[in-house]
């Protein structure tokens, strides 16, 4: 979009139009997706993947689900290093007409930027892998309920310890 700025006005041009026939509710109409409203997966300059998720709630499970673009050197058939992770787990990783598509299961176990890292590897070959870096900007249980992006679907939450529901009452 350009925005132009005249006296006190913004002028706006392409992206969004506006309905002003009468007797027709107004509705916005978006003329391409927004790249906002879905996980970008972007090629690093060391060959690694960032994934970014948006915005999570703490104690949330999510699944996680995006086309990583293919890598010659891996070939078709991936699969995930063995290597454990306790908040992110690869479920399913199938080849598609533009890469990979790769779904995971993902806790929101800490507030702020975080980052968790999974290693893809080639099933045919020993040596070829591709590390993939999923970011996501994890809030607080006050902060109300994120929109989330295209790509990512709440799948539970975990129980918070919270001291003030305790049942432990301590010395008195």
């Known amino acids: 979009m350009d925005f132009t700025k005249k006296g006190s006005k913004v002028k706006c041009h392409g992206g969004v139009r506006f309905g002003a026939e009468e007797g027709v509710a107004n509705h916005v109409h978006f003329e391409e ?97 591709v590390k993939v870096v999923i970011q996501a900007r994890v809030l607080d249980r006050l902060h109300g309920t994120p929109m989330l992006l295209e790509g990512v679907k709440c799948v539970g939450t975990e129980p918070e310890y919270d001291s003030e529901q305790s049942d432990w009452q301590g010395f008195d």
């Open 33 to 129: 997706k927004l790249h906002d409203s879905v996980v970008m997966v972007t090629q690093e300059e060391d060959g690694s993947f960032l994934v970014k998720v948006g915005f999570l709630k703490i104690s949330h499970k999510y699944e996680i689900s995006f086309t990583l673009p293919a890598v010659r050197s891996l070939g078709r058939e991936l699969c995930a290093a063995p290597i454990p992770h306790l908040h992110l787990k690869v479920v399913d990783i199938s080849p598609g007409t533009d890469g990979h598509k790769v779904k995971c299961e993902y806790l929101a176990h800490k507030e702020g930027v975080v980052k968790e890292d999974l290693k893809l590897t080639s099933e045919m070959s020993d040596n070829p892998c």
